[in-house]
């Protein structure tokens, strides 16, 4: 399960098509360098997987439908599950990204992770994207152990990860608690209108 680079391939409704690690342990890498000059970005996408990225040098604008952030050296941001996004460098830019099913943390449905914590997070209509570095340097850390056991693989490395994003997931969990409905959110207006027009570009 090598760290590689991400062949973007959507369908119709800007929904990635390729699989992110596997159906035992879903969660994957990624090393990308992007330059403006050569106009290199990525597009308009979305999929189900949470998607962390750590950015290793330069600047990136990483857009959502209802939010901006400008990622700077050393950051590390979130991108929450079936929200649209995008990314453009300031310059060059390069980065490390992890994409990760929520249920690698929250496990069965009816398990007290996904029921009080990581279902209420994933459909607070607040929580698009989040920049994770004003809250310390821990989450940093927690993104880079992670993917430097996903890059060696060593034996119970699936443990490393699994540990270092529920604790990412949890600190998540913190910030948005007194936003958290637990009940089920509608998906925001913003998204669902921007689908359907990268559809509608897309058919014509």
């Known amino acids: 399960m090598a760290i590689r680079r991400c062949e973007l391939i959507t369908d119709k409704s800007s929904k990635e098509l390729q699989a992110h690690g596997t159906l035992d342990f879903p969660c994957a890498g990624y090393d990308e360098s992007y330059d403006e000059e050569k106009g290199e970005a990525f597009a308009w996408h979305w999929h189900e997987e949470l998607e962390l990225i750590f950015l290793v040098d330069g600047s990136i604008d990483l857009k959502t439908p209802s939010a901006s952030l400008r990622l700077q050296k050393g950051d590390c941001a979130v991108i929450n599950s079936n929200i649209l996004h995008s990314g453009e460098p300031n310059g060059s830019c390069h980065l490390y990204s992890l994409v990760f099913s929520p249920k690698l943390v929250a496990g069965n449905e009816a398990f007290v992770f996904a029921r009080r914590y990581l279902s209420p997070l994933l459909s607070c209509p607040s929580f698009s994207c989040f920049l994770l570095s004003p809250w310390g340097k821990e989450p940093s850390v927690w993104f880079l152990e992670a993917f430097a056991a996903l890059a060696n ?52």
Do not use: P, W
């Open 153 to 204: 693989e060593d034996f119970g490395f699936e443990f490393i990860i699994r540990e270092n994003l529920s604790r990412i997931c949890l600190l998540l969990c913190n910030c948005f608690k007194d936003q958290l409905n637990h009940n089920t959110a509608k998906e925001s207006s913003d998204n669902q209108r921007i689908r359907v027009m990268l559809s509608y570009i897309q058919d014509h």
